[in-house]
């Protein structure tokens, strides 16, 4: 079984789409020639041809328009918006159109449309390269929305996601394109080839949406996180020396409520964590759900650590990013309340 990184997964799970299925399509800005601005589209163009991985104009509400419309007469089209702070001006074309149609039309047309985007912080892109705008899609019905944390799972739930008949906002960390990062940002980074995470299958093979993993069982407090925030709160668990259960949620619609619930239930405390800032953030829904059926097995409030409500600073990122420190003063203020 191959090492890869996550680029190299996501390359890997579209390569194989493409050679199985002549209805899937790639396009967006520089996915073609140039292979992507992080490289994830790289050589699928020469192999697959003009018309299987093709270049677009700059602009994003054109791209998801035409994904829209080839997925209503057939075709599956995975399309690249660089990075998510980019999605903005597709917001109309995916809330108004891609979301509804199914419904609009009952049942006559699905959009089976997936929108892959570079999103989060912790490389120093400022304001415009480093948002979190997850819960901007979670809040609407129609959508699913997707983030991987390791290589393995990004290539089985890419493949998922574009099998899926509904749309699906396919969100990639990009601080873990090329290896884990555990919040440190002083320290020297990790390739993803040290990580057991990085065997990747070769071929075809799913990671269902819809099903959490746990990935550090524990009996003390539950963390509930996805994305970047996996591996910062796999540190703080490790370093503060607290047997945390960190559930790594991997799809956030659809959101596995079986297994927070019976996390939760266990340990009777739990911890949100997550990069995007906290007022109306996903984590608000997390603590609503845990709220509402966890009530009388909860022995402290939820806590939640999040970005800071302001806008993502360059100067100030690690002041702003949530790394290990501020997760476990999250997971102190829960066991001690």
């Known amino acids: 079984m191959p090492a890869m990184n996550m680029i190299q997964a996501l390359n890997s799970a579209l390569d194989t789409l493409l050679s199985e299925d002549p209805n899937v399509v790639v396009f967006g800005e520089d996915v073609g020639y140039f292979g992507g601005v992080f490289r994830v589209t790289d050589g699928l163009q020469k192999k697959h041809g003009l018309t299987r991985c093709f270049d677009t104009p700059i602009g994003e509400a054109g791209i998801v328009a035409l994904g829209i419309g080839m997925s209503v007469n057939g075709l599956k089209p995975v399309v690249e918006i660089q990075f998510a702070d980019y999605i903005y001006p597709a917001y109309d074309q995916i809330v108004s159109e891609a979301a509804r149609i199914r419904y609009r039309s009952g049942g006559d047309f699905h959009v089976p449309l997936v929108i892959r985007t570079p999103y989060g912080g912790g490389i120093y892109g400022g304001q415009t390269h480093s948002q979190s705008p997850e819960a901007l899609f979670t809040h609407v019905a129609g959508l699913k929305v997707v983030i991987p944390s390791n290589p393995r799972d990004a290539k089985g739930l890419l493949i998922s996601a574009v099998e899926d008949p509904d749309p699906v ?77 960190i559930i790594d949620l991997r799809t956030l619609m659809p959101l596995d409520i079986k297994t927070i619930l019976r996390s939760v239930e266990k340990t009777g405390r739990c911890v949100v964590a997550h990069e995007a800032t906290m007022t109306s953030g996903f984590g608000a829904e997390l603590c609503a759900l845990v709220q509402q059926h966890c009530f009388y097995h909860l022995e402290a409030p939820v806590q939640r650590v999040a970005g800071w409500d302001t806008p993502y600073p360059h100067a100030f990122e690690w002041e702003y990013f949530p790394g290990p420190e501020r997760v476990i003063q999250g997971l102190k203020r829960a066991l001690e309340s």
């Open 169 to 245: 906002i396919f969100l990639e960390p990009k601080r873990l394109y090329n290896g884990p990062f555990d919040g440190h940002h002083d320290k020297p980074v990790m390739p993803w080839a040290k990580h057991k995470a990085s065997d990747v299958p070769e071929g075809r093979y799913v990671v269902p949406l819809g099903e959490a993993a746990i990935v550090r069982p524990g009996a003390a407090v539950t963390v509930l996180t996805y994305g970047t925030m996996v591996h910062v709160a796999m540190a703080a668990a490790e370093e503060a020396g607290i047997d945390a259960e």
